[in-house]
């Protein structure tokens, strides 16, 4: 079973900055495209950010000025660092792979992780 282990959630004041960390096995982060989800209380699950191994990126417009999403090959893992933290960023975050037409497309990825939260108070 192919284990995503995520790492860096919390809790937060608005305007905080957080960084995720998400570690993969070597051949599945070899030829992914990474990226990361947001599930808020009460709506659907959300692509935030999405990165290929070459470094092609995709990003919510709702996050897209704050967040940055970035790849390390060498160590298999995944940041998104995201600034400018607000309430309605609040939701557990999950890390996922998968092609980029599994990712991007069709919102359905290969592989999750468990999910880490991250809360943003007021």
């Known amino acids: 079973q192919v284990q995503l282990v995520e790492s860096g959630g919390g809790l937060l004041q608005a305007e905080a900055s957080l960084r995720l960390s998400c570690a993969a096995p070597?051949?599945?982060?070899?030829?992914?495209?990474m990226a990361w989800y947001l599930h808020a209380p009460g709506k659907q699950r959300e692509l935030v950010a999405a990165?290929?191994?070459?470094?092609?990126?995709n990003y919510s417009d709702s996050v897209k000025d704050r967040f940055t999403i970035s790849r390390d090959n060498a160590k298999n893992t995944v940041y998104p660092q995201m600034n400018s933290l607000k309430p309605e960023d609040t939701a557990v975050y999950y890390c996922?792979?998968?092609?980029?037409?599994?990712?991007?497309?069709?919102?359905?990825?290969?592989?999750w992780g468990q999910g880490t939260q991250v809360t943003v108070s007021s």
């Open positions: 070597g051949i599945i982060f070899s030829i992914s495209t």
């Open positions: 996922a792979a998968g092609s980029w037409r599994t990712i991007v497309v069709r919102t359905n990825p290969d592989y």
């Open positions: 990165i290929t191994y070459g470094g092609t990126r």
